[in-house]
């Protein structure tokens, strides 16, 4: 508003037009603007899980998009994964044959981050390292114009970290959606003390335009769902190892108890030991409280890559997917 105000002032102090006609043209110059800034294209880094599920919801969502995989290889799995998706949705009558065309259409893989130049937004979902997440915000920070907004979706790691290797951390937010992104509602959108509030709205209403319900956090370890969900599943896995209940009992009480859509060792295999094990390991050693911290069986099926259903076998064994049967520790 204020940079209107100025516009508008100096108007006023240019000769010759009539102070009537400035809210009219400082209008139009706001509807200029606005045009210009209005987001149209979505680059997406990262075309595993989450990335191709971003990039999926941003296509349906109406924006051109593009998403990069470091391999062609790669974005191909990603692509056909997407294809598999909106083939389920047009036979189930949610979108038509012509709708799918219109959404692969708008939607592009690449294996060249360059290609990701001509962004308004970039989000990134990209393995769960700092270090990897930092060398690649840098080098988007010297591919996109100055206007591009970053955003990263991360679940764990601080956002300020992250955006402290660019030159934008105003332009910088987190958004944070949930697996499977095209079903689950929610998306975290991250503020951190730096992002300026105009940016932090138009993420918002960003994520609003993407179908989902955006909720606001604050830029602390976890935002608000894994700082909830974390030390509940980590306390299911401590229940069974205190022999509290046995894996099924443990699942079907919050299922039929509490009415979840999955109990929580289940949860735990869908969303990857390995992921949960990271993230609790970087929530305790934030917070240095014990509700954070990794049981030792956590620990343990990480080692021996009992990562859960992508690994074949976590809490339960998933040989014949449909039949899922729990391990006998
Ligand atoms: N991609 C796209 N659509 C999918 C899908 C996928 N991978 N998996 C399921 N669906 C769709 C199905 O097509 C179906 O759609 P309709 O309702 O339109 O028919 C719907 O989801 C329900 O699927 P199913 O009937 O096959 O199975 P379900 O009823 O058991 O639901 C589920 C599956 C949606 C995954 C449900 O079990 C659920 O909500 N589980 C909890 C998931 C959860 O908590 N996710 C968050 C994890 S935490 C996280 O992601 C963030 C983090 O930082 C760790």
């Known amino acids: ?37 209005a987001i149209q294209k979505v680059g997406v880094v990262g075309c595993g899980l989450m990335g191709s599920g971003i990039a999926q919801v941003a296509a349906h969502a109406g924006f ?22 909106l083939a389920r949705i047009v036979e189930k009558g949610t979108i038509t044959e012509g709708q799918k065309a219109e959404i692969r259409g708008r939607l592009k893989g690449t294996t060249a981050v360059e290609d990701l130049k001509d962004c308004d937004v970039v989000i990134e979902a990209i393995i769960e390292q700092l270090p990897a997440k930092r060398e690649l915000f840098a080098k988007l920070d ?3 114009p100055a206007s591009t907004i970053f955003a990263s979706n991360t679940s764990s790691l601080t956002i300020t970290e992250i955006a402290a290797v660019t030159k934008r951390p105003e332009r910088f937010v987190g958004l944070h959606f949930f697996n499977p992104v095209p079903v689950m509602k929610l998306v975290e959108v991250v503020r951190t003390i730096a992002t300026d509030s105009d940016v932090y709205e138009e993420m918002v209403a960003f994520g609003a335009k993407l179908g989902k319900t955006p909720v606001r956090a604050h830029d602390s370890t976890g935002f608000i769902v894994n700082r909830l969900l974390v030390p509940y599943l980590l306390d299911a896995i401590r229940a069974l190892e205190e022999g509290v209940g046995s894996i099924e009992d443990i699942d079907n009480s919050m299922k039929l108890g509490c009415g979840h859509p999955m109990g929580p060792l289940t949860l735990l295999d869908f969303v990857g030991l390995d992921t949960t ?5 970087i929530m305790f050693d934030e917070f240095r409280e014990r509700r954070f ?3 030792p069986l956590l620990k343990r099926m990480v080692l021996a890559g009992w990562n859960g259903r992508k690994a074949g076998r976590g809490f ?14």
């Not at 006023?12 to 210009?36: M, Q």
């Not at 593009?66 to 990603?78: L, M, N, Y």
């Not at 094990?277 to 390991?281: D, L, T």
């Open 1 to 37: 508003m204020l940079k209107w105000r100025t516009a508008e002032l100096c108007l006023y102090k240019r000769r010759g037009i009539e102070r009537d006609a400035f809210p009219k043209l400082v209008e139009l110059l706001k509807t200029f603007h606005e045009g210009r800034m």
């Open 64 to 85: 051109t998009t593009i998403v990069r995989e470091v391999s062609p290889e790669v974005v191909d799995k990603g692509l056909k994964g997407i294809d598999k998706n």
């Open 142 to 144: 010297a591919i996109c």
């Open 277 to 281: 094990y990271y993230i609790a390991n």
């Open 293 to 295: 911290a990794s049981p």
């Open 316 to 329: 339960y064994d998933y040989s014949d997917p449909q039949k899922p049967k729990a391990m006998n520790f």
